[in-house]
């Protein structure tokens, strides 16, 4: 009897085990962005004390995991216009441009309240580190190929 009831109770509490702590913010990121996200979120953490988890896969699977509700807090895509359609479905902001090479490049917030200061930060950060923009190959907001 006792087996059985601890069982349940351990399977009960493995949902939480897959999850972020609150004060991690979660981003999601198509192929192309992930090098220049890698660098910076490595960074970021060394720079702010902040935690970033960040997960890799393509527009199609990670556009559909955010649609069914997969609890990322930003997404950074190839496609954009998979960040407009999870906006027109009502999951998240207007998309905003973070950089620009062929086309411009952005970024989607997907939550509100304290989850969305923490992404608020992260673009902070990001905006005050143009050299790694640069670096990765962008253009940024404002300047040549980004003149949109």
């Given at each position: 009897?006792?087996?059985?009831?601890?069982?349940?109770?351990?399977?009960?509490?493995?949902?939480?085990?897959?999850?972020?702590?609150?004060?991690?913010?979660?981003?999601?990121?198509a192929?192309?962005?992930?090098?220049?996200?890698?660098?910076?979120?490595?960074?970021?953490?060394?720079?702010?004390?902040?935690?970033?988890?960040?997960?890799?896969?393509?527009?199609?699977?990670?556009?559909?995991?955010?649609?069914?509700?997969?609890?990322?807090?930003?997404?950074?895509?190839?496609?954009?216009?998979?960040?407009?359609?999870?906006?027109?479905?009502?999951?998240?902001?207007?998309?905003?441009t973070?950089?620009?090479?062929?086309?411009?490049?952005?970024?989607?917030?997907?939550?509100?309240?304290?989850?969305?200061?923490?992404?608020?930060?992260?673009?902070?950060?990001?905006?005050?580190?143009?050299?790694?923009?640069?670096?990765?190959?962008?253009?940024?907001?404002?300047e040549?190929?980004?003149?949109?």
């Amino acid at each position: 009897m006792r087996l059985p009831t601890l069982l349940c109770l351990s399977l009960l509490a493995l949902p939480g085990l897959s999850q972020a702590t609150p004060d991690v913010l979660r981003v999601a990121s198509a192929h192309q962005p992930m090098p220049l996200l890698e660098r910076l979120v490595d960074q970021y953490q060394l720079d702010t004390g902040n935690k970033v988890l960040l997960i890799e896969g393509n527009d199609t699977e990670l556009g559909g995991e955010i649609a069914q509700g997969a609890a990322f807090d930003m997404f950074f895509p190839d496609d954009q216009a998979a960040a407009a359609q999870l906006h027109a479905n009502g999951r998240g902001e207007a998309p905003a441009t973070y950089a620009c090479d062929a086309q411009a490049r952005r970024y989607l917030v997907l939550v509100e309240g304290p989850r969305h200061a923490l992404a608020e930060r992260f673009i902070v950060y990001l905006r005050q580190h143009p050299e790694a923009l640069r670096q990765a190959g962008y253009a940024l907001p404002g300047e040549g190929s980004c003149m949109r």
